[in-house]
């Protein structure tokens, strides 16, 4: 389940004055049906153009094989997820801050390839002040919930638990 790829259906059912029993076999609910599946690929393509080609499933490989393997990680993708709209309307409206995410990625290729195929990874102090600066701007762009969520990752870092279990030291 990924709120940035396919199909997903909320289901509401309205409860007025009490009138739904439990055998109305779902006579009150309402059926939405919304795709992420063209926003992401949308976003990526403006940061990322045809290199994305290569990049975009790593990504995917480091969340699913990496992060999803660990607490922290875990945490980390559900936070991301929670504000993925949010994410991405900022980034396509904001051509610098684009720009700027397409080039820490970039810039963290060879640490996330290394670490999709399970090596212990080393990263340096600039680029580890890169992705705190990206941070620093998410936070003055984004609204409160976008700030709360920047905080809380530049917090994860500092503490270093998520680095220790994802295999990176700095």
Sequence with gaps: FSFSEGEHTLLFAVDVDGAIEEGDEGDNVFEMSFTWGALWPGVYGRMF????????????????DVLMAS??????????????????????SDTELRLQTAG?????????????????????????????????????????KVKALAAALQEKMREGSLFDQLGIQI
């Design 49 to 64: 153009g045809p290199a994305g080609s290569d990049t975009v499933p790593l990504l995917r490989k480091v969340r699913d």
């Design 71 to 92: 607490g922290e990680g875990r945490a980390c993708v559900r936070m991301l997820y929670r504000l993925s709209w949010d994410i991405a309307m900022i980034l396509l």
């Design 104 to 144: 820490v990625v970039k810039q963290l290729l060879p640490e996330a390839a290394c670490l999709a195929d399970g090596e212990t990874v080393l990263l340096s102090s600039s680029k580890l002040a890169s992705c705190e600066a990206l941070l620093d701007r998410f936070a003055s762009r984004g609204d409160p």
